[in-house]
Structures are given as C-alpha cells and as structure tokens.
RNA sequence: GCGGGCGUCGCCAAGUGGUUAAGGCAGCGGCUUGUGGCGCCGCUAUUCGGGGGUUCGAAUCCCCUCGCUCGCCCCA
C-alpha cells in the first residue's frame, strides 16, 4: 500500500466511464457546432483580481471557495472557479468592440473548495456558453432554447426550467433598498443564515431554503413589482417566445444567480434525480459585467452545463462501448509483420481492429478474441504467412462455427467485398 | 464550514473479542501450446482505510485521523 492518493474532491476517471462523457460531449458540440457556436479557450489559471472584479468579492465562491495561491514571481493566482470571467477578459484584452457580436463556447475543469457531495467535486467541469454584444430578448430565447436542446438530445428526463427576472441596475437597487429595510424590520424571524445575509448579499435570502424564513418572506417586497416598463415587457415577451416554442418553464421569482453579475433574464434547469445538487445549468444575463470590468459597454447572456451532473443523469446506452470489428489472431515470426501490416490497411475502413500483440497459443488469443466481443477475427500463423494470405470469418454468436474465408494479402478486392457483406453494410 | 451514516481483495460481500479472514464475480494458470463460448481443477487479503490505545488475544471495543456518502450551506 502506498500513500500517494488524488486529492480531495478530485477524481480518475477511468476508460469505462470516459465512454459516456465522450458521448456525451461529442452530442454537445455537435449541437453547438450546428447552433454556429464558435469554441474559446481560455487559461485554467487566472489572476485573483479578474474574479473579485468580476464575480463580485462577497459571494461564497469567491469569499471562501477558491484555489488561491501565491506564484514564484509574487503574484496572487487563482484556479478558475467559472468560466465567464475569463471570456470576458480575453474579449477586452483581445480588443472588442462596442458592436461585436459574438456566440462563444467553452468546455473545461473549473475548482472550487467545498465539501464533496453527489453531483459537486472540488475540481468538476462545465461547458459554457457565452452570447457576446445581443441585447436583444431574442438572444435570451435562443440561448434557452439551445440549453433545453443539447439537454434534450442527451435524452434527459424529468427536468424542470425556472425563470425569473432580476430587471436592470436600477430595478435592482431599488429593490435592494426597501428590501434591507424590510429585512431588519423582520430580521428576528428570519433564519440565522439569512440575517448573516442581509448586508452582504441580500438577494440571495430569497432562494434561502429555511421553511419558516420562507413563509416570512410571502410578505417581503417583491422585486418583481419594482421593475420599469421596460424591463417588466422584456420578460413578458420572453415567457411569450418561450411558449411559442412550446418550451415548459416555471416562474421562480425568488430564482436569484449567486454571483453578482447577473440582470434581467436568470434560469435554471434543474432535475430530480440529482439530489440536493439538483441544477444542472444555470445561467442569465449580465449587461454589466463587461463594462464593469474595463471594456466598452456590452450586453451578454450565458449559461454553464455542470457535466459530472450532466453526466450522471444521461441516460446509460450513453456508456456502451464501441465493439471489435476485428480480432487478429497471430502467432509467428513472418506473421506477425504481415498482422501488423493488415491492421493499419483495416483501420483505414474506419473499422476498430485490435492486434494481438502477445504471441500466446492461437487458443489462448481466440478467447481474448471472444471476450471482447469482436465481431470478427482473422487469422494469421505460420501457414498463412507461408502464402500470404490470412484467414477472416465472422465472430458472433449467431454465427459460431461460420465458415472461414481464405484471402491473398494482395487481394484487396476481395477483403473489401467480405467488409462490404459482413461489417460495413448499413 | 456544520450535522448524520459508512469504510473487509479490482467489484459484491460473510464475519460483532479467541485465531487458517467464508463465498460469489472478475483476473491469472492448467485440462486444451492452429481455432472461442460450456465444464472441471488450481492460484490470488500475513490482513480488515491509516495511526495509536485497551486486552493473554481485536476486522470486531475506545481515541485520533483520512476518505466516501447523505443533508445544510453554496452552486453547475
């Protein structure tokens, strides 16, 4: 036994289960590749400052779950903890306009230090995706909509969409205003964690999860009600589009994103299925952030996909692998080199071919063969090798005892026809 | 960061103070070194997450620690 394990919070994912996250992402970016979602990527490795500017210096994430250090030159580093703050950057650095338009994708590892559970490690992946300079309630309604598709091609069951608006700045801090007040008013009944919150971040009491604190809050202000005319038609339009497409979703309105960049629109998708880590994309609208953060003032709405929950709640023929097409028996000196040789012609067909490479007694090797499933075999010893030929049949249990088929090395006509009749036809 | 449950071979698991730590699956070898699926035989934990203690004796009791898990918090 040895010391040396993962960390914390970390894991090894392992060949078996890299078959469904492979399938999984390769169903994701499809769906993006054909929504002309362009790819961005951005360093796992950040300066401190980009996330207190940009996440907002009093949320949890950034208060007391990141992974930060000191590099050797003194500078303070950070492991990301989202993505969004990077897209944004890497857009200022790299000198955006004012009226760039821009639909962005990431895929990747995010950290944050928090305790374990199902659905929430300590380094977990995300996919996001960024709508760059679109103001337009149009762009909320697509970038929901392709939320619900790449969940929906992943045939995902049994999830539910909230929305909610925040309304703009100003919406927002008047709302804040009479809230606060509100809240010290009834600051003796409310939860412990919430009257924590009051100054610090009091939007996010009204997602507290606190039963008694929730039956307070029936009376409290509603944000909803402080929202202009403009911002109250923005998301009548919005629920309108949403049921056009015949999208289900469910006003939330006490749905309020953690980190502080949000406005206007927010969503969540949740499922049932995840326990108490049961969202698995969040995302809204941050007309701000950009500005915020140096850059010309620019309107945005994104989304992250948490993938380890993505993951579990995909369904399982997601997680079947992919089957031997051919097993090559081989055994011999002269053999072995034409095996070798056959193996590359054969993957040129797009076929899966395993070579076997250990030189154990044809018995031995045919068994190997049969474990793995391979829907054929051939092969090659010293009796081939002698004519140049090897030896091809099917493999499956249908076809136990099919016949074999003698084919020169030369004759390529000939393997083509038997790939063509036995493994490549539909 | 707070609270509950758990931790015996790669996986599933018996064992709850007395000595060889069951069994199943998987793996490996053989019967069967030029043809697989079945069957039979054999092998695979000096050790019970790690460390310390109690005891003549501990996987079994106690303490600490690590990890997993569920809930809170937070979020994807």
Redesign the pocket.
Known sequence: ?NNL?NL??TVDLLPDQLIKWQNVEKIILEQLSRSSIKEIRTPILEMTELFIRGIGEE???VSK?MYTFMDRGKRSCTLRP?GTASVARALIQNGISSNTLQKLWYMGPMF?Y????????RQ?H?LGVEFIGYESVRSDVEIITLAWDILGKLGIKELNLEINTLGDINDRLNFQKSFIKWLEINKNSLDL?SQR?INKNPL?IL????SQTKKVLENAPKLFDFLSDKSHKRYTDLKKQLEFLKIPFVENFNLV???DYYTHTAF?FTSGNL????????GGRYDNLIKQMGGPNTQAIGF???L??LILISGKELAVPRNTDIYIINQ?LIAESLAMDLSRKLRNYDLLVELDLSG?????Q??K???LKSKSII?I????AANNEF?IRL???ES???K?EVISLENDIKLENWLNNNLLLR
């Open positions: 036994m394990k914390r919070g949320t949890d994430v779950e989202e944050r928090e305790r374990p559970q199902a659905g929430r490690q977990f995300q964690d919150r996010r997602d507290s999860k606190n994103r953690g980190l969540e326990g108490s880590q049961s969202t698995v994309c969040g992250a996909i948490g380890e929950r011999g154990d007694s044809f018995s031995k045919f068994k063969a049969n474990k092969v010893g010293d009796n081939e030896t493999f499956d249990k136990f005892g099919n074999e």
